[in-house]
Protein backbone atom coordinates (compact mmCIF):
# COMPACT_ATOMS: atom_id res chain seq x y z
CA UNK A 1 0.00 0.00 0.00
CA UNK A 2 1.18 3.37 -0.95
CA UNK A 3 2.48 5.47 2.30
CA UNK A 4 0.50 8.00 3.91
CA UNK A 5 0.60 11.49 3.04
CA UNK A 6 2.97 12.17 6.44
CA UNK A 7 5.27 9.07 6.29
CA UNK A 8 6.08 10.20 2.36
CA UNK A 9 6.86 14.02 4.05
CA UNK A 10 9.22 12.45 6.76
CA UNK A 11 10.77 10.33 3.92
CA UNK A 12 11.41 13.14 1.67
CA UNK A 13 12.75 15.62 4.35
CA UNK A 14 15.33 13.29 5.59
CA UNK A 15 16.63 12.74 2.11
CA UNK A 16 17.05 15.72 1.69
CA UNK A 17 18.90 16.73 5.04
CA UNK A 18 21.70 14.32 3.89
CA UNK A 19 24.40 13.67 6.90
CA UNK A 20 24.21 16.01 9.69
CA UNK A 21 27.43 18.97 10.24
CA UNK A 22 29.38 18.52 13.02
CA UNK A 23 29.20 21.64 15.91
CA UNK A 24 32.25 23.48 15.80
CA UNK A 25 34.63 23.05 18.72
CA UNK A 26 34.80 25.78 21.25
CA UNK A 27 38.06 26.17 22.28
CA UNK A 28 38.59 27.19 26.21
CA UNK A 29 40.24 30.83 26.54
CA UNK A 30 43.81 30.23 26.87
CA UNK A 31 44.89 31.54 30.57
CA UNK A 32 48.12 32.57 32.13
CA UNK A 33 49.13 29.25 33.65
CA UNK A 34 48.82 27.82 29.72
CA UNK A 35 51.23 30.01 28.42
CA UNK A 36 48.83 32.17 26.19
CA UNK A 37 47.57 35.67 27.21
CA UNK A 38 45.76 36.46 30.38
CA UNK A 39 42.88 38.74 31.53
CA UNK A 40 45.42 41.61 32.65
CA UNK A 41 48.10 41.48 30.31
CA UNK A 42 47.55 44.83 28.93
CA UNK A 43 48.57 45.97 32.07
CA UNK A 44 52.48 47.06 32.38
CA UNK A 45 54.51 44.74 34.38
CA UNK A 46 55.29 45.21 37.83
CA UNK A 47 58.25 47.85 38.44
CA UNK A 48 59.24 47.39 42.24
CA UNK A 49 61.43 51.01 42.53
CA UNK A 50 58.72 52.37 41.32
CA UNK A 51 56.25 51.47 43.75
CA UNK A 52 58.68 51.84 46.33
CA UNK A 53 59.11 55.42 45.41
CA UNK A 54 55.60 55.56 45.01
CA UNK A 55 54.91 54.61 48.47
CA UNK A 56 57.52 56.92 49.82
CA UNK A 57 56.03 59.69 47.61
CA UNK A 58 52.54 58.96 50.04
CA UNK A 59 53.94 58.37 52.93
CA UNK A 60 55.55 61.66 52.62
CA UNK A 61 52.32 63.14 52.17
CA UNK A 62 51.12 61.84 55.36
CA UNK A 63 53.77 63.12 57.78
CA UNK A 64 52.37 65.57 60.12
CA UNK A 65 54.43 68.77 59.93
CA UNK A 66 56.42 69.82 61.98
CA UNK A 67 55.85 72.19 64.86
CA UNK A 68 57.40 75.49 66.03
CA UNK A 69 61.06 74.73 67.35
CA UNK A 70 60.59 75.09 71.30
CA UNK A 71 64.58 76.27 72.40
CA UNK A 72 63.31 75.07 75.55
CA UNK A 73 63.24 71.39 74.69
CA UNK A 74 66.35 70.03 73.47
CA UNK A 75 67.67 66.20 71.98
CA UNK A 76 71.29 65.52 72.56
CA UNK A 77 71.73 63.60 69.80
CA UNK A 78 74.71 60.57 69.47
CA UNK A 79 74.78 58.79 65.31
CA UNK A 80 76.48 55.22 66.13
CA UNK A 81 73.86 53.50 67.25
CA UNK A 82 71.09 55.58 67.06
CA UNK A 83 70.93 56.88 63.66
CA UNK A 84 73.48 54.15 61.59
CA UNK A 85 74.13 50.70 63.15
CA UNK A 86 76.66 49.92 64.98
CA UNK A 87 79.50 47.93 63.01
CA UNK A 88 77.83 49.05 59.41
CA UNK A 89 80.33 51.10 58.04
CA UNK A 90 84.50 51.16 58.64
CA UNK A 91 85.82 52.97 61.66
CA UNK A 92 89.10 54.20 63.17
CA UNK A 93 89.97 55.43 66.58
CA UNK A 94 90.91 58.68 67.85
CA UNK A 95 91.33 59.71 70.94
CA UNK A 96 89.80 56.41 72.40
CA UNK A 97 86.44 56.72 70.12
CA UNK A 98 85.36 55.11 66.90
CA UNK A 99 85.36 57.41 64.10
CA UNK A 100 84.03 56.10 60.25
CA UNK A 101 86.88 56.32 58.20
CA UNK A 102 84.63 57.97 55.52
CA UNK A 103 83.49 61.52 56.50
CA UNK A 104 80.71 61.78 53.98
CA UNK A 105 77.97 59.62 54.43
CA UNK A 106 74.64 59.45 52.56
CA UNK A 107 71.05 58.65 53.72
CA UNK A 108 71.32 55.42 52.59
CA UNK A 109 73.80 54.92 55.51
CA UNK A 110 71.07 55.29 58.15
CA UNK A 111 68.62 53.62 59.19
CA UNK A 112 65.34 54.87 57.59
CA UNK A 113 63.04 53.64 60.69
CA UNK A 114 65.46 55.63 62.83
CA UNK A 115 65.19 58.72 60.64
CA UNK A 116 61.57 58.72 60.79
CA UNK A 117 61.32 57.56 64.47
CA UNK A 118 63.39 60.72 65.68
CA UNK A 119 61.19 62.86 63.60
CA UNK A 120 58.36 61.79 65.67
CA UNK A 121 59.96 62.33 68.83
CA UNK A 122 60.23 65.80 66.95
CA UNK A 123 56.69 65.99 65.71
CA UNK A 124 55.09 65.68 69.49
CA UNK A 125 57.39 67.58 71.46
CA UNK A 126 59.29 70.08 69.50
CA UNK A 127 62.63 69.93 71.14
CA UNK A 128 65.54 71.00 68.67
CA UNK A 129 68.56 69.04 68.11
CA UNK A 130 72.41 69.51 69.43
CA UNK A 131 75.03 66.86 68.28
CA UNK A 132 76.60 65.33 71.22
CA UNK A 133 78.09 62.72 68.79
CA UNK A 134 82.08 62.59 67.95
CA UNK A 135 80.89 63.27 64.63
CA UNK A 136 80.59 67.01 65.43
CA UNK A 137 84.45 66.75 65.26
CA UNK A 138 84.86 67.68 61.60
CA UNK A 139 82.58 69.68 59.48
CA UNK A 140 82.55 67.41 56.68
CA UNK A 141 80.60 64.93 59.27
CA UNK A 142 78.59 67.21 60.63
CA UNK A 143 77.79 68.61 56.76
CA UNK A 144 76.55 65.12 56.16
CA UNK A 145 74.15 64.84 59.25
CA UNK A 146 72.76 68.14 57.79
CA UNK A 147 71.79 66.38 54.46
CA UNK A 148 70.12 63.43 55.94
CA UNK A 149 68.39 65.48 58.19
CA UNK A 150 67.30 67.13 55.60
CA UNK A 151 66.47 64.51 53.27
CA UNK A 152 63.65 63.26 56.13
CA UNK A 153 62.37 66.93 56.90
CA UNK A 154 63.81 66.99 60.24
CA UNK A 155 64.79 70.12 61.50
CA UNK A 156 68.94 71.38 61.43
CA UNK A 157 70.92 71.08 63.61
CA UNK A 158 70.78 74.15 66.62
CA UNK A 159 74.31 73.02 67.89
CA UNK A 160 76.68 70.94 69.22
CA UNK A 161 78.30 70.12 72.41
CA UNK A 162 81.74 71.03 73.02
CA UNK A 163 84.52 69.07 73.01
CA UNK A 164 86.14 68.41 76.11
CA UNK A 165 89.20 66.19 76.95
CA UNK A 166 88.96 63.12 79.31
CA UNK A 167 89.29 63.35 83.31
CA UNK A 168 92.94 62.59 84.18
CA UNK A 169 91.79 61.26 87.26
CA UNK A 170 89.58 58.65 85.24
CA UNK A 171 93.09 57.86 83.53
CA UNK A 172 93.09 53.60 84.97
CA UNK A 173 89.43 53.03 84.16
CA UNK A 174 87.92 51.60 81.86
CA UNK A 175 87.77 53.71 78.25
CA UNK A 176 84.26 53.20 78.11
CA UNK A 177 83.49 54.83 81.18
CA UNK A 178 85.92 57.43 80.44
CA UNK A 179 84.28 58.23 76.99
CA UNK A 180 80.36 58.23 78.79
CA UNK A 181 81.77 60.54 81.50
CA UNK A 182 83.40 62.83 79.02
CA UNK A 183 80.15 63.25 76.95
CA UNK A 184 77.83 63.84 80.32
CA UNK A 185 80.42 66.69 81.14
CA UNK A 186 79.97 68.11 77.82
CA UNK A 187 76.15 67.96 77.86
CA UNK A 188 76.87 69.55 81.56
CA UNK A 189 78.64 71.94 79.89
CA UNK A 190 76.42 73.19 76.98
CA UNK A 191 73.08 73.36 79.21
CA UNK A 192 75.53 75.80 81.58
CA UNK A 193 75.48 78.01 78.53
CA UNK A 194 71.61 77.73 77.73
CA UNK A 195 69.76 78.39 80.80
CA UNK A 196 66.56 78.77 78.47
CA UNK A 197 66.57 74.85 78.24
CA UNK A 198 64.37 73.08 81.23
CA UNK A 199 64.41 69.97 79.39
CA UNK A 200 66.17 67.29 77.54
CA UNK A 201 66.80 63.83 76.68
CA UNK A 202 69.59 62.29 75.59
CA UNK A 203 69.51 59.63 72.53
CA UNK A 204 72.49 57.62 73.23
CA UNK A 205 73.65 53.70 72.69
CA UNK A 206 76.38 54.43 76.15
CA UNK A 207 74.58 53.88 79.14
CA UNK A 208 75.07 56.59 80.86
CA UNK A 209 75.04 54.60 84.10
CA UNK A 210 78.73 54.33 83.54
CA UNK A 211 78.79 58.38 83.90
CA UNK A 212 76.90 58.66 86.87
CA UNK A 213 78.98 55.76 88.59
CA UNK A 214 82.47 58.51 88.25
CA UNK A 215 80.06 61.66 88.37
CA UNK A 216 81.94 64.62 89.30
CA UNK A 217 80.37 67.99 91.13
CA UNK A 218 78.54 69.89 88.55
CA UNK A 219 77.96 67.42 85.93
CA UNK A 220 74.15 66.97 85.63
CA UNK A 221 73.34 63.22 86.67
CA UNK A 222 72.16 62.05 82.75
CA UNK A 223 70.73 57.98 83.64
CA UNK A 224 67.04 59.67 83.77
CA UNK A 225 67.29 62.24 81.26
CA UNK A 226 68.43 59.47 78.75
CA UNK A 227 67.28 56.61 76.32
CA UNK A 228 69.40 53.77 75.90
CA UNK A 229 69.34 52.25 72.34
CA UNK A 230 70.09 49.49 70.89
CA UNK A 231 73.19 49.83 68.64
CA UNK A 232 72.31 47.27 66.05
CA UNK A 233 68.12 48.57 65.86
CA UNK A 234 68.99 52.40 66.26
CA UNK A 235 66.11 54.49 67.82
CA UNK A 236 62.86 52.23 67.80
CA UNK A 237 58.92 53.41 68.43
CA UNK A 238 59.31 52.17 72.10
CA UNK A 239 62.62 54.85 72.42
CA UNK A 240 60.22 57.36 70.92
CA UNK A 241 57.75 57.04 73.75
CA UNK A 242 60.49 57.16 76.66
CA UNK A 243 62.24 60.45 74.76
CA UNK A 244 58.66 61.63 74.79
CA UNK A 245 57.73 60.85 78.57
CA UNK A 246 60.88 62.70 79.49
CA UNK A 247 60.58 66.01 77.38
CA UNK A 248 57.18 66.51 78.24
CA UNK A 249 57.54 65.15 81.89
CA UNK A 250 61.30 65.72 82.73
CA UNK A 251 61.85 63.87 85.81
CA UNK A 252 63.42 65.67 89.43
CA UNK A 253 65.07 63.75 91.54
CA UNK A 254 65.09 64.97 94.67
CA UNK A 255 68.54 64.31 97.23
CA UNK A 256 67.39 60.98 98.24
CA UNK A 257 66.85 59.89 95.04
CA UNK A 258 69.55 61.44 93.27
CA UNK A 259 71.96 59.26 96.06
CA UNK A 260 70.30 56.48 95.05
CA UNK A 261 70.37 56.71 91.60
CA UNK A 262 74.16 57.43 92.03
CA UNK A 263 74.46 54.16 94.40
CA UNK A 264 72.79 52.13 91.96
CA UNK A 265 75.08 53.44 88.97
CA UNK A 266 78.30 52.40 91.06
CA UNK A 267 76.69 49.22 91.38
CA UNK A 268 75.45 48.35 88.01
CA UNK A 269 78.77 49.52 86.43
CA UNK A 270 80.78 47.55 88.51
CA UNK A 271 78.71 44.52 87.58
CA UNK A 272 79.14 45.39 84.07
CA UNK A 273 82.84 45.22 84.59
CA UNK A 274 82.92 42.02 86.21
CA UNK A 275 81.16 41.02 83.46
CA UNK A 276 83.10 42.38 80.72
CA UNK A 277 79.88 43.56 79.05
CA UNK A 278 81.39 47.24 78.81
CA UNK A 279 81.25 48.30 75.41
CA UNK A 280 84.54 50.17 74.94
Known amino acids: APPTAPSAMASSAAAS ?23 YDFLPPPDPERD ?10 ERPKLPPEDKSKVIFLDIDGVLLAAGSVETIFVDGVALPIRERMTENDFSA ?8 IIVRTGASLVLSSEWRRTASMRDSIGVVLRGKECPQLRDATPLLRPRPDLEKHDSAIVWCERR ?7 LKQHPEVTSYVALDDLDFNWADSVRAVGTPQLKARSVLTNPQRCITEADVEQAVRILMNPP ?22 MAGSLRS
Open 17 to 39: EGPRRKRARVEPLATESAGGGGL
Open 52 to 61: AAAKAKAAKK
Open 113 to 120: AALENLRN
Open 184 to 190: AREIGAW
Open 252 to 273: VLTEEEAAAASMEAVRLTNEAL
